[in-house]
């Protein structure tokens, strides 16, 4: 293995230049007035069905928008158009996760200063977005109860690194056999006092909470 | 991104180093006997209870064994060794993958030949995987009828280098309202012609049929 000192020197200077890329988004970000939120999960725990409701629930009150990473297809993005926000897709090929560089990219054509939220969608993955900053105020990890409730323990960055996190998908809960105690109390050790909320996009049960949660955030950031 | 260029060669050296040392053990694997199968999939898509009922079906009959990666816990193997079988963790720390190293280190004390299948469970992520072999004979990637049909097609890689797919927790397939015309519609966008089977660990349905493939496939191997 004696190349693994010179991968891991590379990787450590692609996470440096990402984090000052980041912390100069974040910076503008404020300035401009976006609250800006990234979404984590694995693959198929909901994370563009929640943003399509949360879309849809802070339009005409608040000006939103969002951007979606994917290694392949324009899906996403096509998907969350429809509810008239400006939405573009992040298409990464083989990178298993997006990085502050992509998002800047992204972001280039677009006026920060008039919007109030911005959301991230990152690609599915509970392993890799983990070390990458991408500038948002708010980092949200998505689990849904069909996943099991051991996977904060099994995925112990990603939950560590969350501001939030919404278990998903609860209409399935029982027929999974979710054992709520148990997902509390993994989530509980590997980020003590972390915010937890359960929602169903599908039947709207936690819904109004979460946008409550995002309101009442983007507010106090912008004191 | 004046870096990049140096990462891409970084990462061709290591994915060369991998290849090399798969290819070798593939090669042992065939002298000693042993069907080996890799498990790849999201986290929480049923890897660790699919090899459980599987060792279980197999063993008296055959002598089977199991690797399991994990960035952290021991959790699976425990749960595995229940059955019985020989069952070693790989913990990979912060690695989003396991690699043909990792492999090899870990079966470093174990006698092959006196093994008839051995499974590795790979991290849960349908990314990293796929650029990495590992010396199987069989790479099994499971799709849960929970996280959508769409994403064979947003993670075309590790579908298309997938020998067979088991859509795996159908038992939850009305509750998640799972399109199966869908799935295997875009399962054979991307990998045409891959074999796919329905299973429900947790009732059984479909389990035979998978025992019965993975022995006819061993046996085709050792002729």
């Keep these: 293995m004696s190349r693994e000192p010179r991968v891991v020197q590379v990787r450590q200077n692609v996470l440096k230049q990402n984090d000052i890329v980041a912390r100069a988004m974040r910076e503008e970000f404020r300035r401009s007035g976006v609250f800006a939120v990234s979404l ?34 324009e899906n996403d993005a096509i998907r969350l158009a429809r509810t008239g926000a400006p939405v573009k897709q992040i298409v990464t090929g083989t990178v298993c996760h997006l990085d502050a560089m992509m998002v800047r ?12 939220f911005l959301f991230i969608e ?6 890799c977005p983990a070390a990458y900053d991408l500038g948002e105020e708010l980092r949200l990890v998505l689990l849904s109860v069909t996943e099991g409730e051991d996977k904060p323990l099994k995925y112990p960055p990603i939950f560590h690194g969350a501001d939030l996190v919404l278990i998903t998908k609860t209409d399935l809960a029982e027929a999974a056999g979710f054992d709520r105690e148990a997902a509390r109390k993994h ?12 929602v169903s996009a599908k039947t709207g049960a936690g819904m109004d909470e979460w946008l409550e949660i995002l309101r009442a955030r983007a507010a106090s950031a912008r004191l």
């Excluded at 972001?107 to 920060?112: C, P, R, S, T, V």
């Excluded at 590997?190 to 937890?196: E, F, S």
Aim: zero cysteines; hydrophobic letters at 55%; a negative charge.
């Design 187 to 198: 989530l509980e050790a590997v980020a003590p006092g972390i915010a937890v909320l359960e």
């Design 40 to 73: 984590v999960s694995s693959p198929g725990a909901g994370k563009t069905t929640l943003l399509e409701k949360t879309l849809a629930g802070l339009q005409g009150a608040w000006r939103v928008a969002a951007l979606v990473g994917d290694l392949a297809t």
């Design 122 to 127: 990152n690609v599915g993955n509970l392993v």
């Design 105 to 116: 990219r992204a972001l280039e054509d677009w006026d920060l200063a008039a919007l109030d």
